[in-house]
Nanobody, 127 residues
Framework: QVQLVESGGGLVQAGGSLRLSCAAS????????MGWFRQAPGKEREFVAT????????YYADSVKGRFTISRDNAKNTVYLQMNSLEPEDTAVYYC????????????????????WGQGTQVTVSS
């Protein structure tokens, strides 16, 4: 099973930026679509962004569109989430995850379609 480790979270002021990284194990990383989700205290886990196996397709939640950018470096087995213009509403634990299936022709925003999850990294945005 793919092992994922998120990093890059922290405390920032509103309007600031962070770049999250998700390092994945295994040599089949490039065959998987990857996603970022987040969970705020007392709330359900919600979709943030996803990127297909080749990096040619991305999809974002409306709440982060235009502010966040997902990317991947398959040579480094790493997916990134560049977070700009952060708002207090972005405060959450951020998780990366692996979409089930390889070389899929679609990307999903449903948590149930992702089978491997990282431990999460805390992002806190102060006002």
């Amino acid at each position: 099973q793919v092992q994922l480790v998120e990093s890059g979270g922290g405390l920032v002021q509103a309007g600031g930026s962070l770049r999250l990284s998700c390092a994945a194990s295994g040599r089949t990383f490039s065959s998987y679509s990857m996603g970022w989700f987040r969970q705020a205290p007392g709330k359900e886990r919600e979709f943030v962004a996803t990127i297909n196996w080749s990096g040619t397709t991305t999809y974002y939640a409306d709440s982060v569109k235009g502010r966040f950018t997902i990317s991947r470096d398959n040579a480094k087995n790493t997916v990134y989430l560049q977070m700009n213009s952060l708002e207090p509403e972005d405060t959450a634990v951020y998780y990366c995850a692996v979409q089930r299936g390889i070389y899929t022709t679609y990307v999903s925003e449903r948590a149930a379609d992702f089978g491997s999850w990282g431990q999460g990294t805390q992002v806190t945005v102060s006002s």
